[in-house]
């Protein structure tokens, strides 16, 4: 394929120089493109619609790569989409005896639906391999610090001891939670062919006595899943990879948001392994990993609501809603895969500080463990006296080793850790 300049990713250091990016280049739709169209050309030949011959020479003539991504995006403004011009180079390509075998009985739906499928689960595969670098690595922290101690913060405040452990297991919890939805996407996407209006009427004029069989045996060459039903105006395929895309992004930018919180020079309780630099700051090392799958995760919901949107596809065949998933799709494609990558990175390098956590414990002079002193005051002071007590000693600033009716009291906030450590046990235990 003719090299062309292409979306280099300038502005989207996200997803830029990922897998995912060359997963979705334009070159790499063009190759899906092919091997749609070869693998219709296949499929034919399976049932007996076309000479073996034509689909060898429609195989061999995609696989060639003499197609200029450039040329082919120019020419696409005239039909609307890429596949009418890239059929026209294709039926050249493969010369004069077997070109008419080329898209025979498709519409550029049935193409470019089932290369948006390909593009997708090649790009899901990714994804799904850099959540389990990510899974292993949160494993390692959840284990390795699951009785660290530090300061629970709701509502931006110390609010009760937990451990650093429970909040890795449920970083962890959440990108098994994207694992799931992924694989079941990924094996859920099927192949698209319906013909001009999703009737397959077309491959019966071309002689198939079952035409309901050849999406059948068109999903088994591309390695996708069967469709029910020719879907161009059922898109219940794109809404889930919407949903599931954006449920990715969500669930890794938690863990994004937490360390951008947690890394806080004020809180500095973690550190990405390598942080970037700043234009003017020499001293500065910001959490860049962290900030790129917050940014993912901020964008995601707006792109997955336009492939929502477009849902309501009218008639047989829909104009505008079905060309309004391509960009969206890809761009959360993307993100994903970006985010993917760079909170597998984060995670492995996380860089956690216990003896600051410790530290922060005692920033509440004992007050971080109030509610459990009110619970065991309560039965020698009374319910209000105790909440009262505590109330004054928090309003005075005054440690709480220093109040009489305390002097017998179990003070250390790491012992109020709750049932922390065997919460994170049991969240290990999923695979």
């Known amino acids: 394929m003719t090299s062309s300049p292409g979306d280099t990713g300038l502005l989207a250091p996200g997803w830029a120089d990922s897998a995912a990016a060359s997963a979705t280049s334009d070159h790499a739709y063009l190759r899906a493109l092919l091997d749609a169209e070869a693998a219709l050309a296949r499929a034919q030949a399976a049932l007996g619609l076309a000479p073996a011959e034509a689909a060898t020479a429609v195989t061999e003539a995609a696989g060639a790569g003499a197609f200029d991504v450039r040329s082919l995006s120019k020419r696409a403004r005239s039909g609307g989409n890429p596949v009418i011009p890239l059929v026209a180079e294709l039926t050249k390509a493969v010369g004069e005896e077997y070109g008419p075998y080329v898209h025979r009985g498709a519409t550029s739906q049935d193409i470019m639906d089932t290369a948006t499928m390909l593009v997708a689960v090649r790009t899901l595969d990714l994804v799904l391999a850099d959540l389990g670098r990510t899974e292993r690595a949160l494993a ?3 284990a390795e610090h699951r009785d660290t101690a530090l300061p629970g913060r709701t509502l931006t405040q110390h ?3 937990t451990t650093f452990g429970l909040k890795a297991a449920g970083w962890r919890a959440l990108v098994l939670d994207a694992r799931d939805r992924v694989k079941a996407v990924r094996d859920s996407l099927p192949a698209q062919l319906g013909g001009a209006a999703g009737t397959l009427a077309a491959f019966g004029a071309y002689g198939a006595s079952d035409p309901a069989a050849l999406p059948v045996a068109y999903a088994r060459e591309l390695g996708l899943r069967a469709p029910d039903l020719p879907w161009h105006t059922l898109r219940t395929p ?3 990879l919407a949903g599931c895309l ?5 669930a890794l930018g938690k863990l994004a948001v937490d360390v951008l919180t947690l890394s806080r020079t004020e809180i500095a309780e973690v550190a990405e392994s390598s942080g970037g630099g700043s234009s003017a700051m020499p001293h500065k090392s910001n959490p860049v990993r962290s900030t790129l799958v917050a940014s ?3 964008r995601a919901p707006q792109l997955a609501a336009t492939l929502y949107g477009s849902m309501a596809a009218e008639d047989e065949r829909p104009a505008g809603a079905w060309h309004a998933e391509w960009e969206p799709l890809r761009d959360l494609l993307r993100l994903a895969g970006g985010a993917a ?3 597998a990175e984060l995670a492995e390098g996380l860089r956690v500080r216990p003896d600051v956590m410790r530290e922060h414990l005692d920033l509440t002079h004992g007050l971080i463990i109030s509610e459990r002193l009110s619970a065991e005051l309560a039965p020698v002071l009374g319910r209000a ?14 440690p709480l080793a220093e109040a009489p009716e305390l002097a017998d009291a179990d003070l250390d906030p790491t012992h109020y850790t709750g049932s922390a450590g065997a919460l994170t046990d049991r969240a290990l235990e999923r695979r």
Request: hydrophobic residues 45%; glycine residues 6%.
């Open 140 to 142: 390692r922290l959840a």
């Open 159 to 161: 609010a009760v001891p």
């Open 238 to 240: 794109v809404a889930d």
């Open 246 to 250: 954006a449920f990715t992004a969500g």
């Open 296 to 298: 993912a995760a901020r």
């Open 341 to 343: 990558r760079d909170t």
């Open 385 to 398: 006296r105790a909440k009262e007590l505590l109330t004054r000693l928090a309003s005075e600033g005054r």
